[in-house]
């Protein structure tokens, strides 16, 4: 009708179905239309968001961009959110905002009379990036917008967003409420920021409700070797079930098994003895198997102290039996027991050990030297042990004087673990 060939190319692109179901091209007359006064602000050409933001992204200066409050509330925050994080201007969204937007409403008349505000070019002071992306995301935060609002932007449009996000997710603050941590798709901050609040609400109320599991006896974490877990950083990960103190139970292999065999009338009390011990000979295979699954769980979770050595938790072979929890062991004789069963569960277990130790810790040949242990018996872990810290990168500060010692005065194990790191570097 108003024979704004632009507006009606701009509609059939973005609202096909739309323009479609109208079948009359003309309803006012042309008389009619010749009469009519446009309002100042209807611009021949459609005003294109895309092209203002384009213009900010090539720091060019641009007029306000025309919007209807209450309708247009995404290309608000577009809008604002450019000004903020492109352009640099922390009142952007308080008190500049008619420097980048310019309100429509109803009866609006000629604005002769109006300032014409347009964006300055440069910002008397200048917030660095990463003061600027906390204010992005926490007015977007405030403003209701989320990460599904976010996929529904158009990806370019979006990224200067993406980044601002990226940034406060790399270095997020330990008080942002639970909104903000959401946007960053930190949740593990939103769980911290929770029990905060739990904890501020029990202190004021007094109870007794606690977010933190009971903690293991100071016994149980010498002895199991993953004491070093950090319980603060794993129950804000999975706070809503104990699955790292089933993880740490399962793979602790220091404490004798439960062996539960039920003696019938008709077996004997030697024969009941044995069936003990072939049971336990079966339990060993899943204790033996265990610094597998204990390397993977505290891999670079320990960093070594230089006056003490490195704990390494033992591999208990024997059990206790029900209910009088009397003692099962391998060494009474009654079974055969394969010879030097133990030998390579223990270079594991070393390996595992070792594994603990983080790559940036400060570890030299003399601590090296001062883990090796008194007892032969304890060979095949201090093998596995060097494996680990060959594997870690630590091996190479080891003294070439150390190395000969190494080479030619311990076990078997022990050499062949030098020689496959030494080939390997």
């Not at 809008?79 to 952007?92: M, T, W």
């Amino acid at each position: 009708d108003l024979q704004l060939e632009e507006y009606v190319d701009l509609y059939w692109r973005d609202y096909p179905s739309l323009i479609s179901c109208f079948t009359e091209s003309c309803i006012i007359d042309q008389a009619v239309i010749g009469q009519m006064q446009r309002p100042s602000f209807l611009s021949s050409a459609p005003p294109c968001v895309f092209n203002w933001l384009s213009s900010c992204l090539r720091g060019e200066e641009s007029p306000p961009f025309p919007y209807l409050p209450g309708i247009c509330h995404r290309t608000e925050l577009l809008v604002l959110s450019y000004a903020l994080y492109i352009i640099g201007d922390e009142r952007a969204t308080s008190t500049n905002v008619s420097k980048y937007l310019f309100r429509l409403s109803a009866g609006h008349k000629s604005c002769a009379n109006e300032p014409n505000f347009r964006r300055q070019s440069s910002v008397k002071v200048r917030f660095s990036s990463e003061i600027l992306a906390e204010l992005l995301v926490d007015w977007l935060s405030s403003q209701g917008f989320t990460l599904k609002d976010l996929e529904s932007v158009p990806f370019g449009v979006a990224l200067p967003i993406r980044e601002a996000i990226y940034k406060c997710r790399e270095q997020p603050s330990s008080d942002w409420p639970e909104e903000v941590c959401l946007l960053i798709g930190r949740q593990d901050l939103t769980k911290q920021a929770h029990k905060m609040t739990l904890a501020k609400s029990k202190a004021s109320v007094g109870s007794g409700f606690s977010l933190v599991p009971p903690s293991s006896t100071e016994v149980d974490e010498e002895e199991d070797g993953m004491s070093d877990i950090i319980h603060e950083v794993t129950g804000l990960i999975w706070s809503q079930d104990l699955r790292v103190q089933e993880v740490r139970r399962l793979l602790q292999s220091s404490r004798p098994v439960r062996v539960s065999v039920v003696q019938l009338p008709e077996v004997s009390d030697h024969e009941y003895i044995e069936e003990k011990e072939n049971k336990l000979l079966q339990l060993c295979q899943r204790t033996m198997a265990l610094p597998v699954g204990r390397g993977l769980f505290t891999l670079f979770s320990y960093h070594p102290v230089p006056t003490e050595p490195l704990p390494v938790p033992k591999l208990n072979l024997t059990g206790r039996a029900p209910p009088r929890n009397t003692m099962v062991d391998l060494n009474s004789g009654n079974i055969d027991v394969p010879p030097n069963m133990t030998n390579w569960p223990s270079f594991h277990n070393g390996v595992a050990a070792g594994l603990k130790i983080t790559p940036a810790s400060q570890v030299d040949s003399a601590w090296i030297a001062y883990n090796k242990p008194k007892s032969p018996e304890l060979a095949n872990e201090y093998a596995g042990f060097l494996m680990a810290l060959g594997l870690n990168g630590h091996l190479t500060k080891l003294a070439t004087l150390n190395i000969h010692d190494y080479l030619t005065k311990v076990c078997t194990k022990i050499v062949l673990t030098f020689s496959v790191l030494l080939l390997k570097s």
